[in-house]
Nanobody
Framework: QVRLVESGGGLVQAGGSLRLSCSAS????????MGWYRQAPGKQRELVAS???????NLGDSVKGRFTISRDNALMTVYLQMNSLKPEDTAVYYC?????????????WGQGTQVTVSS
């Protein structure tokens, strides 16, 4: 099992910045990738950013140039730096981990943290 604990989030004005953190515990040596998804009311959950254990990064099109993701392997923590925030970035942000389990992989999710961007 993998447990994900998120921190950060909150209320910020448009153009501002926030940083989210997510720490993993449990069978962390099996984690292949970590990242962030978000879900706004009435919308599907979408990928924000992910980073593999090898450092390969994938960013959602809507956040490219504004958000960055980084990872501290020693702390098993992933960070999402969000700059130039827009009202449309308002959503619940979920930390995600993809871990090898048996012959396949399993998805793990944090509890979610609210990000609200006011105009």
């Amino acid at each position: 099992q993998v447990r994900l604990v998120e921190s950060g989030g909150g209320l910020v004005q448009a153009g501002g910045s926030l940083r989210l953190s997510c720490s993993a515990s449990g069978i962390i040596f099996r984690i292949n990738a970590m990242g962030w998804y978000r879900q706004a009311p009435g919308k599907q959950r979408e990928l924000v950013a992910s980073i593999t254990s090898g450092g390969r990064i994938n960013l959602g099109d809507s956040v490219k140039g504004r958000f960055t993701i980084s990872r501290d392997n020693a702390l098993m923590t992933v960070y999402l730096q969000m700059n130039s925030l827009k009202p449309e970035d308002t959503a619940v942000y979920y930390c995600h981990a993809l871990a090898s389990m048996g012959l396949g992989e399993e998805n793990y999710w944090g509890q979610g943290t609210q990000v609200t961007v006011s105009s």
